[in-house]
């Protein structure tokens, strides 16, 4: 897996005042490959991800997309992202349309550029039905693959999701999880979740956080059931830390 | 540039597909034009008939619109905050303000194209306003230069009581708190300029820190360009301290 960097992250640390979200955090992302972050509540998932979308500033660190420094050249960098919020930054007083073009103008895209976009992301999450409802009247599964849609949009090389099969039905989470695994050939996907069988079946690499730490980062190919690492790693990291204290 | 014209534009069509702009325009249309109908009904009855053979009386332009646009000035002090108080607070209470962060543009073109929404919004409604006075045109003579400073004044008015609610919605995390603090903002201006004037303890500097006293001047006709730096300064003031508490955001999270 020698292929082109599009994600690095190094010594990324992030302080909401005294207490310490993401410690020291190392992380990379290749072309081709689905990362999935996992850790139990509080472990810095969130935080990271806004750090890497650009949302957030960490307190120190350096994060490079696409081999462009996401802190000093901001604007070049975040072309090359595309992000999924834990809550679907979606306007609820828009039609699906207006706000998947609205996003895409964002973007950057005009005229047929952005024509053929909104087409191919409207197919790609199953929207064609609902792109003249109001995004408000629609139920939280479409809502969240409006996110996923504004996401994928303008065809990012790296797309970040932060739990993105939430409120969907069990058809919806299939076909959610297809679209990851397709996506993961051509671009970088960082996905955060909480559902262990969905990171089997979708990432190529598990990163498991806790504390604002990495304490495992590996490929599952093989060996241990995710879930005896998990568990294993989460909760015999309590007590040391508990007597380090 | 294109991207504040187009953040501007989906901002102003956001608030017409609610009701909220439809019936602000209607209920300050309606409330405006019956107070011009009241000045104008006082002038014709009781003002003419006194002033006739007088040298150098006082016109309809100075009476009747500068009345109006007084009075239009003193009830957006209760609109504007209402108008601006979602800009950003109900952005951050929905936690929407991620699409425009994680989109390649800066912080700036973000708060320009909120203002520039907004600014449209208001040329709208001075706009409407402007066509009452401008209708007396077709029986009588008006005193162009006045209107139009009259005018004038009245946009730069609500021009900066926009940058301040702006402003106050960005600290905000709820909207119905910055449209509180931007009317109490807005109505401290206003009691700057009033204990400025007061019997006693007038003072020349509250005076010109409260907007009210320099939307007077314009309503007098009198364009002074001090009065023009000063609203240009306020508003640029607040918008780069909204800037600044955005970028803010990010670094303190």
């Known amino acids: 897996m020698n292929q082109e ?38 472990a810095g998932k969130s935080t990271t991800m806004q750090m890497l979308t650009g949302n957030l500033a960490p307190s120190s660190g350096r994060i490079r997309i696409n081999s462009i420094d996401l802190l000093d050249e ?50 790609r999450c199953g929207l064609q039905e609902v792109r003249r409802r109001l995004i408000g009247h629609l139920s939280k599964g479409f809502r969240q693959r409006v996110g996923i849609a504004q996401a994928i949009l ?82 015999q990291a309590d007590p040391a830390a508990e007597a380090s204290l | 540039m294109s991207t504040i014209w187009l ?18 325009l ?11 109908l009241l000045g104008l009904n006082e002038y014709l009855t009781q003002v003419q008939p006194m002033m006739v053979g007088r040298e150098n009386a006082p016109g309809m332009t100075d009476l009747v619109v500068s009345s109006l646009f007084l009075w239009a000035g003193m009830l957006m002090l209760a609109v504007i905050p209402i108008l601006t108080m979602r800009l950003f607070a109900e952005e951050r209470m929905n936690q929407t303000l991620t699409l425009l962060r994680t989109a390649p543009i800066s912080i700036t073109q973000i708060v320009l194209g909120k203002y520039l929404g907004l600014i449209l919004l208001l040329t709208i409604m001075v706009a409407m306003l402007s066509l009452m006075p401008l209708s ?23 021009a900066s009581f926009a940058a301040a609610g702006l402003f106050l919605s960005a600290l905000a995390r709820q909207p119905i708190i910055a449209a509180v603090s931007t009317f109490g903002l807005l109505i401290f201006l206003v009691i700057l300029y009033l204990s400025g004037n007061s019997q006693g303890s007038s003072s020349e500097l509250f005076k010109y820190l409260s907007h009210f006293g320099h939307f007077l001047s314009f309503l007098e006709g009198i364009f002074d360009s001090s009065d023009l730096v000063y609203y240009l300064l306020f508003i640029i003031g607040f918008l780069l301290l909204t800037i600044r508490k955005l970028d803010n955001d990010r670094l303190q999270g």
């Open chain 2, 7 to 24: 953040i501007a534009r989906t901002e102003l069509r956001r608030m017409f597909t609610s009701p909220l702009a439809w019936s602000l």
């Open chain 1, 154 to 235: 303008h065809n990012p090389a790296v797309i970040i999701l932060d739990e993105p099969t939430v409120g969907l039905d069990p058809v919806q989470i299939r076909e959610i999880r297809q679209l990851i695994r397709d996506l993961g050939q051509e671009h970088g996907v960082i996905l955060s979740t909480h559902i262990l069988p969905e990171v089997q079946t979708i990432c190529d690499r598990v990163q498991i956080l806790n504390r604002g730490k990495t304490v495992f980062n590996d490929s599952l190919e093989g060996g241990d059931s995710l879930e005896n690492i998990f568990f294993e790693l989460v909760y």
């Open chain 2, 26 to 36: 209607a209920l300050v249309q309606f409330i405006l034009a019956w107070v011009f």
């Open chain 2, 136 to 158: 007396l045109a077709l029986g009588t003579t008006l005193d162009w230069g006045k209107l139009a400073a009259a005018t004038l004044g009245l946009f730069l008015l609500l």
């Open chain 1, 74 to 123: 901001p604007l070049q960098a975040k072309r090359s992202l595309g992000y999924l919020p834990e809550q679907p930054p979606v306007y609820r007083d828009m039609t699906v349309t207006e706000y998947l073009v609205y996003c895409a103008k964002l973007q950057g895209l005009r005229g047929d550029a952005c024509q053929k976009a909104l087409e191919r992301a409207l197919a």
């Open chain 1, 5 to 42: 960097i599009l994600v690095a992250a190094e010594g990324l640390c992030r302080y909401y005042s005294d207490h310490c979200a993401v410690d020291n955090l190392e992380l990379s992302v290749h072309k081709g490959e689905v990362l999935g972050l996992l850790g139990p509540n509080g």
